[in-house]
């Protein structure tokens, strides 16, 4: 009984190591996968990133200002600047200032 | 008889122990496999769990660069995340003209993906029968296309090029890298190793939009008074934190030039000068912070000149009246009333507090261009001069650090262009209670009071408070007409958050420069003198002007998000 008891942990083993190492093997390839997608991802969102930094930049920002929205975009004195605050469900219009008192 | 039961008895002993021994054999070779089995099994779970909960490994794996390690280096960005020094990898395409199996269809092919190429030079190269490059930097779209083809003797190589897509804007601050991918100049040169090594980005303290706006009205009032450099610094006075850092000329750390002109130098960090009255209020400081005067404390019968040796020290102004309190000696600027303060100070303790708020000695700072220290003698005619600027030389970036100190409390700070993980509060307080409230007042009062020479300053909204400074050059032993005008500011002077200088360097008269003067008290056409007070403050006041809602708008970003952290 013994014997038959030992054959089957044994068999057991067997079985468990190799289904355990097909399994890992599965998940490796997988992330082996998914790390080299990230990757190309991450390559490709920096790229655009940058693009858009470029873009967006001050500079360019400016060059479109001269070219499209020339009497739209002009600097605002901070006492013409208001900040909408909502308390207590209702709406407060208060000026935005940098002196904190 | 005996003997044969013994016989017996033994030969079942004898079969009985063969049995057992046999048996005992097996068992052990089967727990031996058993043990194999167990052990290798053991392996894989501890594998299978190994990956499970390895997220850092992932982690990593994200953040690998795809570009060659050998030109590894990582991206430097500002406080929101722009980018300021980037690599990005390129790919070049070349042929093998010894592997091209069909040279018109290929030609054709490339005719359809590049069709402004000059191909007849292009088969040219092909008939040398040496390897060329096709197209250097590829854009991915042809990169696809050209690969597509599937032709072996196209041969694509991967290269990594260092981006500055700010161009001049940080110059000064990023500096640049050679060839070989070493830093030589700002912070490509002191965190060379760090970038070299690091996956992640580096992030500034530094805000691309505000050093934007400081740079263009710094450029534009260069062309207004002719000064040939200029320097500005915005720090927060509470964590030393550098909003912003201007120096020009500049230069664009794309063009990878070799620059010998000494006017490039950084003129906030390397510059030193004589800053002239600036430092008045770091006299006053002292005697505060020693208990020998008041704010209200009387010097009288002040003469118009003095002397120290064989030269003179007078008044700039004559109408500087000769009984004045401690606190209107600043506000006026008067020099002889400053001499007179730094006298009742003594040379060593006005020297020990120089060097104490980090404005005299060699500053520890993030780029290795820094001044460095001159160890001044401080004898009788040394205390005389530096107590209104003279004859004692400093950089922007130190006089920052000592504004901040005065304003913030008397609290010890580090100015830093790189940022910190955790934003830690100043804890060693240098200077005793009530000194930085009574400076702070008394620059408030050189701002918008009539008799203060910062009058232009008094922009609505800002409260800015600070101190003029208009020094001559020497030029080879002597004092010539080039002058280096200052305007040293802390706002809001309620509760100082930011300290921003503003520096000119041998500035002109405008002749056709119109001045809005504050307060609604009409215009001036041309500039009247040539002093800060028309100078580096007309070009600081409309720097605050543009960049102060920004600055109101982030702080204002930060308290809310204090405020949901709370909640949290």
């Known amino acids: 009984m013994k014997k038959y008891l030992l054959i089957l942990i044994i068999f057991f083993l067997i079985l468990s190591t190799s289904l355990i190492k097909n399994s890992t093997k599965k998940i490796e390839d997988e992330i082996f996968n998914v790390k080299e997608n990230l990757r190309n991802l991450n390559s490709e969102l920096e790229d655009v990133f940058l693009e858009y930094i470029y873009l967006s930049s001050s500079e360019k920002l400016l060059e479109f200002q001269s070219l499209y929205f020339e009497d739209q975009l002009i600097p605002k004195d901070i006492s013409k600047i208001k900040l909408i605050k909502l308390k207590n469900g209702q709406n407060y219009i208060e000026d935005l200032n940098i002196i904190k008192r | ?222 062309e207004i008074f002719k000064n040939k450099g200029a320097a500005a610094l915005l720090m927060n006075v509470n964590n030393g934190d550098i909003i912003s850092l201007v120096s020009l000329p500049d230069f664009d750390p794309n063009l990878r030039e070799n620059i010998t002109d000494a006017n490039y130098i950084n003129k906030v960090t390397k510059g030193t000068y004589e800053l002239g009255s600036v430092f008045k209020s770091f006299t006053y400081a002292a005697a505060l912070n020693e208990e020998l005067i008041k704010p209200e404390s009387e010097f009288l019968n002040l003469p118009k000149t003095i002397y120290c040796g064989r030269f003179p020290i007078s008044e700039y102004d004559e109408k500087i009246p000769s009984d004045l309190t401690a606190e209107k000696i600043l506000i006026r600027s008067g020099n002889i009333g400053s001499v007179r303060i730094a006298e009742k100070i003594g040379s060593e303790k006005f020297k020990f507090f120089l060097e104490k708020i980090g404005v005299l000695g060699q500053i520890n700072f993030d780029i290795e261009e820094i001044a460095s220290d001159k160890n001044f003698e401080f004898d009788r005619c040394r205390l005389e001069t530096a107590a209104f600027g003279h004859g004692i030389t400093t950089t922007i970036l130190q006089l920052a650090k000592g504004y901040s100190i005065l304003s913030n409390g008397g609290f010890y700070i580090e100015p830093r262009l790189i940022k910190r993980k955790k934003n830690e509060e100043p804890k060693n307080q240098i200077l005793n209670d009530g000194v930085s409230e009574k400076v702070v007042s008394a620059l408030r009062k050189i701002v918008n009071t009539e008799e203060g020479t910062a009058n232009l300053a008094d922009v609505n909204g800002y409260e800015i408070a600070g101190k003029t400074g208009t020094a001559q050059q020497p030029i080879e032993g002597e004092y010539s007409r080039a002058k280096i005008n200052t305007f040293a500011s802390v706002f809001p002077s309620s509760k100082p958050e930011y300290v921003f200088i503003v520096m000119l360097d041998t500035p002109k008269k405008s002749t056709d420069y119109v001045y809005t003067l504050r307060n609604n008290k009409g215009i001036i056409k041309g500039t009247p003198f040539n002093t800060a007070g028309w100078t580096a403050v007309e070009v600081a006041a409309k720097i605050i002007e543009k960049i102060g809602p920004i600055l109101a708008t982030k702080s204002l970003e930060v308290e809310e998000n204090d405020f949901e952290r709370l909640l949290q």
């Open chain 2, 1 to 222: 008889m005996n003997l044969r039961i013994i016989s017996d008895n033994n030969k079942n002993d004898f079969s009985l122990n063969k049995i057992k021994f046999n048996t005992s054999i097996q068992f052990n070779r089967i727990a031996f496999i058993f043990f194999i089995f167990f052990v290798i099994y053991l392996i894989y779970t501890f594998h299978l769990i190994h990956l499970g909960l390895k997220k850092s490994y992932n982690k990593q794996l994200n953040n690998f660069n795809s570009t060659s390690t050998k030109f590894q280096r990582a991206d430097i960005i500002d406080i929101n995340g722009n980018y300021l020094a980037k690599t990005v990898s390129s790919i070049d395409v070349g042929i093998k003209p010894e592997d091209i199996i069909d040279k018109k269809k290929l030609i054709l092919n490339l005719k359809y993906i590049f069709p402004n190429k000059d191909f007849v030079e292009i088969e040219q190269r092909i008939e040398k029968n040496k390897f060329f490059k096709f197209e250097r930097r590829i854009t991915p779209d042809n990169y696809e296309k050209i690969m597509k083809l599937g032709d072996k003797s196209i041969v694509a190589e991967e290269n990594v090029i260092r981006l500055y897509p700010q161009k001049n804007l940080f110059s000064h601050i990023i500096g640049q890298i050679d060839d070989g991918n070493k830093g030589i100049s700002g912070l490509e040169k002191s965190l060379d190793e760090r970038l070299k090594y690091s996956k992640d980005p580096i992030r500034l303290t530094v805000d691309k939009e505000i050093q934007f706006l400081i740079r263009s009205e710094l450029v534009r009032y260069q």
